[in-house]
């Protein structure tokens, strides 16, 4: 923060030297003499905005509103507004004349709050024309002027005022809040995003409780859409909570999420997980694919929102309970992976993904127990189901996984020993088309059976990559078509199988290293084609 403060001097100082006055103000100033951080360094001068676009010409300058721009210098932002006097308001928050001025007295006075009105230039000397240090002295928060007017011209200020005692602990002078009680409604009129800056600076301070009191007692907190009801709920029978809580609380008694009011939240994506489970599951009782699949701090959370909603029970202790008793927490601890799947089935991976989800269910619903030959039997089972009871593994190699054929394969590289690769064919009693993997006649050299092998781990190395990337690009897209509500249920698995074929397709196109695969498909499907 000094730091920052010190920038903020020199950037004075730059002004002073180009013939223009400059003072550092606000919030910077205030929290200075309160010897507490602050968020944003906000400077008023004498310069226009273009003339300090034209001094700062090597620096990013963008314009923030009437009157302001906004510096970018040495790693810091900068708040800069010109000199103004006698501003008139068209209507809530919009001026229809700004009349620059060249006096710092003249800024002061428009100001919104004393504590917000007293200037500090590069030496640190103050400038206080409305008594601002004595009210900071006394914990005291007061407009500058007649407060009602201060209010109609700009509803948001009554926010400033309630940002200040949740930051700060400070109290709203009486005149000030009587003034706030009789122009609260106009806060209604405000658009929400110029709210949520304030609210959110609200909902984290760290005298909220004070602040809360004050929003319900004004009236204020029935001009606030969505977050009305927790303002009164938690004013009625107040507990500490966690803002994210507060908020999905908010969206739950709503009966929806609420994407622009989440940017209150500082993990929006997991607010929206726990608003859309909390309003699924109002009582609680999660299955246990909803348990493996959200986890357990997302259960209880969502389970939490609905208590204090009084949509259910606590049911904390059942739920930990539940989770506990499944047969597996986390992919991890499945016994058959994916990536087992992926080297059984060797580059025929068109079910893969319903095979690998259905089993997972069923090992969740305890079905099938989590065993790596009982897995694996049942893989082979639906592999036939789909392929045709030719398709059968090959039984030399029984139970061994991916990582031990990886790791078996690389010992054999560094001590030039021959070694074969499980593969899936075609059964001998029912000759019909082998894949590329089937079994060869092997090379009477050692060395060419070696390199045959280690091409055969690059290709299936190949294969794995493109199924990992088509993976992620076919379920990044049935999630976004999931939440805009087109897909759902037995379509997904139908949309899922034609975007796969369709990022196959174009991968293999664009890739050259990728193309050998797609060539070595067409000619498998020509040969599947010709038995046919």
């Not at 004075?12 to 360094?41: D, M, S, W």
């Not at 210098?73 to 001025?101: A, C, E, M, V």
């Not at 200037?119 to 007649?146: C, H, V, W």
């Amino acid at each position: 923060m000094t730091e920052h403060l010190e920038r903020g001097k020199e950037i004075l100082k730059i002004l002073i030297n180009n013939g223009c006055e400059a003072y550092l103000i606000g919030e910077a100033v205030c929290n200075t003499i309160l010897n507490l951080p602050f968020q944003e360094v906000e400077v008023t001068t004498s310069a226009t905005p273009d003339m300090v676009k034209g001094i700062f010409n090597e620096h990013k300058v963008e314009d923030e509103a009437d009157g302001y721009v906004r510096l970018y210098y040495l790693g810091y932002q900068f708040l800069i507004g010109t000199f103004k006097k006698g501003i008139k308001y068209r209507d809530n928050r919009r001026p229809l004349r700004i009349h620059y001025s060249k006096s710092l007295h003249d800024d002061l006075s428009t100001r919104d709050y004393t504590i917000n009105a007293i200037a500090m230039s590069p030496a640190g000397k103050l400038t206080d024309a409305y008594r601002g240090f004595e009210d900071i002295q006394r914990k005291k928060i007061k407009t500058i002027g007649n407060p009602k007017v201060r209010f109609v011209e700009e509803p948001l200020r009554m926010l400033v005022a309630l940002r200040f005692v949740s930051e700060l602990g400070f109290k709203i002078e009486n005149r000030t809040f009587r003034a706030m009680k009789r122009k609260g409604k106009l806060l209604a009129k405000l658009e929400v995003g110029a709210m949520l800056k304030e609210l959110k600076r609200i909902l984290h301070g760290k005298y909220f409780k004070k602040a809360l009191k004050l929003i319900v007692e004004s009236g204020i907190f029935k001009r606030i859409p969505i977050l009305k009801h927790e303002f009164k709920r938690l004013y009625n029978r107040y507990r500490a909570e966690s803002v994210d809580t507060f908020l999905a609380c908010s969206f739950v008694k709503a009966g929806s999420f609420h994407e622009e009011w989440a940017e209150i939240s500082s993990d929006p994506e997991r607010l929206f997980e726990v608003v859309k489970l909390a309003l699924r599951k109002p009582k609680g009782n999660f299955s246990p694919q909803e348990l493996f699949f959200n986890g357990l701090e997302l259960c209880i959370e969502a389970n939490q929102v609905n208590r204090l909603l009084k949509k259910s029970r606590k049911r904390e202790k059942q739920i930990r309970k539940a989770f506990t008793m499944l047969p597996i927490q986390s992919l991890d601890q499945l016994t058959f992976s994916e990536n087992d799947l992926r080297f059984l089935t060797r580059g025929y991976d068109t079910f893969n993904n319903q095979i690998f989800e259905t089993m997972l269910l069923k090992v969740l619903n305890k079905e099938l127990q989590n065993n790596y030959h009982d897995l694996k039997d049942y893989v082979v089972s639906s592999l036939q189901g789909y392929y045709g009871e030719s398709f059968v593994v090959d039984t030399n190699v029984e139970g061994e996984t991916y990582e031990e054929a990886s790791q078996e394969i690389e010992a054999g590289i560094e001590e030039s020993q021959t070694y074969r690769i499980p593969e899936v064919r075609p059964a001998a009693t029912n000759p019909v088309y082998y894949n590329e993997y089937a079994e060869s006649p092997k090379p009477n050299n050692k060395y060419e059976d070696l390199e045959e092998k280690i091409r055969k781990l690059e290709r299936q190395n190949l294969e794995m990559k493109l199924d990992r990337d088509v993976d992620n690009l076919v379920v990044q897209n049935l999630e976004m078509l999931k939440d805009m509500n087109y897909i759902d249920g037995p379509e997904k698995i139908m949309l899922s199988r034609e975007l796969k074929e369709v990022y196959r397709d174009l991968i293999t196109k664009v890739d050259p290293k990728l193309r050998t695969l797609k060539n070595n498909k067409e000619r498998n499907d020509s040969k599947y084609e010709k038995e046919d």
